[in-house]
DNA sequence: CTTGACCTTGTACCATGGTAGAGGCCTTAC
DNA sequence: GTAAGGCCTCTACCATGGTACAAGGTCAAG
């Protein structure tokens, strides 16, 4: 009828035990069960997987990651709500995309200065981080 | 003379103890000692304190910030090696920037749902981050 | 010459995000 | 009907990145 938890965990490449582990932290919803109570998931159970492994490699924790599933919007009515936090995650993901950009500027600039077998005594990279190091959050 | 731990600590806003965790784990060179044994910064000690924050704040983790670090050409010698590895960086960087903007699409397309007071039956996000699922890494 | 703020080392503890193993039940194939 | 493999729960352990506390030495002000 249904996946198998090892038939989730091979397809979204994750380990069986992190699937239950994130049913306990509330990532994932807890499935339906045979009988004989084994875990049966919906083919989209695989995608959720997918999905949180993609924002945990960009930086969210499960926590957040949990409010970004609860995003869903439901009926409209908690509409605002949802919007708002939309918001705030999107600024959060701009400034990360923002302060990634500065690092791969530095990245670029070591490639030349080495590219260029300049004498490079001093290392690009600590201090054109530190140009952009406005920030205190 | 120098800077003491505390007013390091304070100016990259950092705790006194993460500092010496970071000399513990490499991140941070063992400074000098005054004769009683008090450590002794130069005021670069904050940059990179604060460089190594936004690596963080970027995904980096303490080894690959170590690495980043390590980066730092000496004398033209390691000069290939050292631009292999910020190539190697800067790709990952690129990737993430990626990821991110994908996210970001996800993220005001539900924001522009919710403006629009749609009936929204349905979570842009899941899906709009499963377009581009053709990860397996 | 003592009080308080600051420093030292060492060890222990915390949260996050898993991973592994024990002990036991289910299922399918021979 | 039995063995292999998958699943169940529960508990314990691991790495990473800190944070805290104890016991004690240092230094500057009064």
Known sequence: MGLSIGQVAREAAVNIQTIRYYERRGLMPAPRRTPSGYRQYMPDAVAR?????????????????????????????????????????????????QELRRMQAALRRLVAACEAREPTGECPILELLEEGATVDA
Do not use: M, W
């Open 49 to 97: 997987l997918r999905f949180i492994k993609r924002a945990q490699d960009l930086g969210f924790s499960l926590e957040e990651i949990r409010d970004l599933l609860a995003l869903r919007v439901r009926h409209g009515s908690a509409c605002e709500a949802v919007e708002a936090k939309a918001r705030a995650k999107a600024a959060l993901v701009k400034q990360k995309i």
